[in-house]
């Protein structure tokens, strides 16, 4: 995070000025947890929308898909679901959906036709849209500007945590501020991941610059995490801004690239709470890519590791077993020379870079560097690992990050509708 930025304590989408939000049990949680969430802006928000890239999209992704592509700059509401996926429900799913939104709507107080709806949980099951309006009545009586941590906490399903953050920089004529929530543990693969994030800001922005702004930043944060390989039906990634601060930062070059790494940090931040709480997950990988042709191989080479069930089972039993790593690389579909490869590996903290002398070589002209073992299963057994690895074909880079695979991401997946 550059100096400029400044952390937001207990910071969420209502830490931006105009937000406000609350979170019901609507009775789809068996054990009594917040299980519906209601973000709502005083004025109507310029609004840009990431969504999954599977062809079997919930219903809740088309109706959000189809109202931004109406209507970008009028949003002012987002509800949100947890334990109902509302996919592969026909169009009945898309008549619950729509009814969702109009109860969110009238809940909150906000014109028809201005409310996205979030939805998560199991495949196939209808919504039960009386349910779930009631919810939303609730919640819409407790909104609050406090009420961002709630909304987190409602949306998690398998999450083992609220997933929340926001920073804050100062511009010559005030305060801007970028808040987020997110949830997502499995099914996480990038475009995009079972994920739901809503980002929003009091930044004065206009649809047609902030979308492709968004699309930036999801690329480089929530399409570069992969947990299990799976992408899902209802992956939806939200920027809200409604101009409270009254400060455009496009209006300057500086302030807008300050802006770029706000929305980037707060991002980042949900999209590596996502990946370390992975299903069962007791590590943390980075995997940075450098020596690409381009930013776009870079990329694929570090999904194709990120997603290796023999990497990430190696990783999790503290093997540098560093052969699986260079396969996994060599299965991406980008052109290689092998002769030309390097991989390393590092452990690191929460924000420390390993030195030079802190990366172990494990692989260098695409064979074996003979490293020494006890260290490399050392670094292999830590929380956080790092591992490069070098192409040798150009100067483009770029960072995946994952997590290991455990015995508990099977129980888990082994019963999940049960």
């Not at 931006?16 to 009775?27: L, S």
């Amino acid at each position: 995070m550059t100096s400029d930025l400044v952390p937001v304590s207990d910071g969420s989408v209502t830490s931006p000025h105009g937000f406000t939000a609350a979170a019901a049990h609507a009775g789809l949680k068996a054990d009594g947890a917040l299980d519906v969430a209601l973000l709502v802006s005083t004025t109507s928000c310029a609004t840009a929308g990431v969504f999954t890239k599977n062809a079997v999209r919930a219903a809740p992704v088309v109706y959000d898909a189809d109202l931004l592509s109406e209507r970008p700059g009028r949003i002012r509401a987002v509800a949100m679901n947890a334990r109902v996926a509302n996919a592969c429900t026909g169009a009945e799913g898309l008549a619950a959906t729509q009814a969702m939104a109009q109860a969110a709507e009238q809940a909150a107080g906000v014109p028809p036709r201005t409310a996205l709806v979030l939805s998560t949980g199991v495949i196939g099951m209808p919504l039960p849209v009386a349910q779930i309006a009631e919810g939303l009545r609730v919640a819409a009586a407790r909104l609050a500007p406090q009420g961002g941590v709630d909304a987190a906490r409602a949306i998690m399903t398998t999450d083992t945590h609220p997933k929340h953050c926001a920073v804050q920089f100062e511009t010559p004529a005030g305060m801007v501020t970028v808040g987020g929530i997110a949830k997502g543990a499995g099914m996480i693969h990038p475009e995009m991941a079972t994920l739901l994030a809503v980002l929003t800001t009091d930044a004065v922005a206009e649809p047609a610059a902030l979308q492709p702004l968004f699309r930036r930043v999801v690329d480089r944060t929530f399409n570069a995490i992969s947990v299990d390989g799976d992408t899902s039906t209802n992956d939806t990634a939200l920027l809200l801004a409604n101009g409270a601060s009254g400060v455009d930062p496009a209006r300057d070059g500086t302030l807008a690239r300050l802006f770029e790494d706000a929305l980037q940090h707060v991002a980042r931040t949900l999209a590596l709470a996502i990946v370390a709480d992975g299903e069962g997950a007791s590590k943390l990988v980075e995997i940075r890519v450098v020596g690409a042709v381009n930013e776009a191989a870079a990329r694929d080479v570090g999904r194709a590791i990120a997603r290796s069930v023999l990497v990430k089972t190696a990783i999790y039993g503290a093997d540098p077993n560093w052969g699986r790593i260079l396969a996994a690389a060599g299965a991406a579909g980008v052109p290689l020379s092998l002769e030309r490869l390097t991989l390393e590996a590092g452990a690191f903290g929460d924000s420390s870079v390993p030195a030079d002398a802190d990366w172990l070589m494990l692989a260098a002209g695409g064979a074996t560097a003979h490293p020494d073992l006890a260290r490399a299963r050392a670094i292999f057994q830590q929380k956080q690992i790092r591992l490069r690895i070098d192409l040798g074909m150009g100067r483009a880079e770029a960072v995946v990050w994952t997590c290991d695979l455990t015995p508990d991401y099977v129980r888990i997946n082994a019963d999940y509708t049960s």
